[in-house]
């Protein structure tokens, strides 16, 4: 009897140990931080890419001046926010003698904003994307098409260098996409995460 009580008290206590550490994990939703302490209220981000293009098979379009506007908060504890404005200048393609950017623009702003964690990275995912190229060019095979970039983009964090990496990689880990034409296409960037509003200069982190 003392044997079978024992066994029932183990196997609460594994119980309760199982269920901790369920309830941690759960909880465990990346913030907005600043110099390592939540950010209460909201911030504004801005920044340029250090480098971002944008691939349509058979066609990649870069923009010299792609800049950006991110408005970020906590709710419940986990980094939301949203995109206000994503100017974006000087743009060309790989094929410039052959076809040019007519004109180029992000529409349907704002666009929600959250962060996540897949294993143990931090992710910003970017959802109702779309974007508005019009290609020109008499032999352009696009020209005179105006390409709509719709979906979602998950890019990830990186503390330590205060950016935010968009590739092949942190899309297929975040079940993100964007499409084009009917098809799946391909963006990459490297954006500086740097706030200019109530915390300038310092440090911005996930976790």
Known sequence: MRRKATAIGAAFAALAVLCAMFATAASATPAWKFESKSLEGTEVVLG?????????????????????????????????????????????????EVCTVGSIGAEKLPWPVKLTTVSTSNYIVIEGVKVAIKYAGIECALGGVTVNVTGTAGGIVDNATETATFNSTTFGATGTELRALATKILWTGVFPTEAFQWHREQPLSVS
């Open 48 to 96: 340029a890419a250090i480098d971002s293009s944008l691939t349509i098979p058979g066609l990649t379009t870069k923009c010299a001046n792609f800049l950006y506007k991110v408005t970020i908060k906590n709710e419940a504890g986990t980094g939301k926010g949203e995109v206000t404005e994503v100017p974006l200048y000087n743009c060309t393609t790989d094929q410039p």
